[in-house]
């Protein structure tokens, strides 16, 4: 299987007016007015119809990814290839296809109990992408949307899933510990790409998976005059910031984290590393980060 990209994510939430004015102040993100109502919001950060689907529900929480593929003939042999290994998925009918804008779509879960989408065939919108702040325009053409970093203990069956059947390539696999603690054990992370040259579009941390089901999720913009910009609107509209400024080793990102109302965090940064596959070794990075990246997470 071959997955071209992580297209769209959606997210639950008691507070829809909450998410909107955190998109549209913080973020930057525009608004899908002739999509959205009163119980669905859909933000644009690019030409497709949406990247971020917020709806009503019970909840502050991430539900799922929507993964790209190729075309039909991709589509149908990655429903073959998961047949044939007892991968259960779900065949999904003309109302959810329509509203994630794809031609045809299954769902299933990944070990780790993740929701995934899988589709071919995603539209564009016809309004011209314009951000309600400074924001020239997000880094997406031919990435996908960003990067999702999960928690899971239980690490190498989920692993291994994203590898053998997703068709995922290891781009940076680290070991670190989370404590100073020298009884505890280290933790594994493994940093994966999908057929684009995004350094890693999901990652997964040996540690539990946070009550919002994502640890976070990564926008990238185009420099980091944008990225400092940004700091500012989330400090001036009184959005925690769960890291400090920094730049990380593998994939060379200049980014700082805020919290999102979901409760997980949200990257937000530049230069992300756009390595040639053929050539590229998987790296075992010492450290996330060079510089800076203080994380301060509030208690769940
Ligand atoms: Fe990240």
């Known amino acids: ?30 608004k899908n007015e002739k999509k959205s109502n009163e119980n669905n919001l859909f933000l644009r950060i690019d030409e497709s119809p949406f990247r971020f689907q917020v709806q009503k529900g019970e909840t502050e929480r991430y539900v799922l990814g929507g993964f790209e593929l190729a075309n039909k003939q991709e589509f149908d042999d990655a429903k073959k290839q998961l047949s044939d290994i007892g991968v259960s998925y779900e065949e999904q009918g003309d109302d ?18 993740n929701s995934l989408e899988l589709f071919y065939g995603r539209s564009s919108d016809e309004e011209e992408f314009k951000s309600p702040q400074d924001i020239s325009g997000f880094v997406t053409k031919g990435l996908g949307l960003g ?51 995004r350094h890693h579009t999901v990652a997964f941390i040996q540690a539990p998976s946070p009550p919002s089901g994502l640890v976070h999720a990564m926008i990238e913009v185009e ?22 400024l920094g730049r990380h080793m593998n ?42 990246h203080e994380f301060n997470i509030p208690e769940a």
């Open 1 to 30: 299987m071959k997955i071209e990209s992580l297209s769209y994510i959606l997210i639950e939430t008691t507070d829809i007016q909450k998410w909107e004015s955190y998109a549209h102040d913080v973020v930057g993100l525009m």
């Open 96 to 113: 959810l296809v329509n509203v994630r804008c794809v031609e045809e779509l299954i769902t299933l879960k990944d070990p780790a109990g």
């Open 223 to 244: 420099n980091s005059e944008q990225v400092v910009k940004a700091l500012d609107r989330a400090v001036a509209n009184d959005v925690h910031i769960s890291s400090t």
């Open 147 to 197: 990067h999702l970093v999960f928690g899971a203990l239980d690490i190498e069956p989920v692993h291994d899933f994203y590898i053998e059947v997703l068709g995922f390539g290891d781009s940076d696999i680290m070991h670190m510990k989370f404590s100073p603690n020298p009884e505890d054990p280290e933790s594994a992370l493994y940093f994966m790409h999908c057929n684009n040259p």
């Open 251 to 292: 994939d060379k990102m200049f980014s700082f984290y805020m919290q999102t109302p979901a409760g997980f965090m949200l990257e937000f940064g530049c230069d992300g590393l756009q390595p040639d596959w053929n050539t590229f070794k998987t790296t075992n990075c010492p450290a996330p980060s060079y510089w800076g």
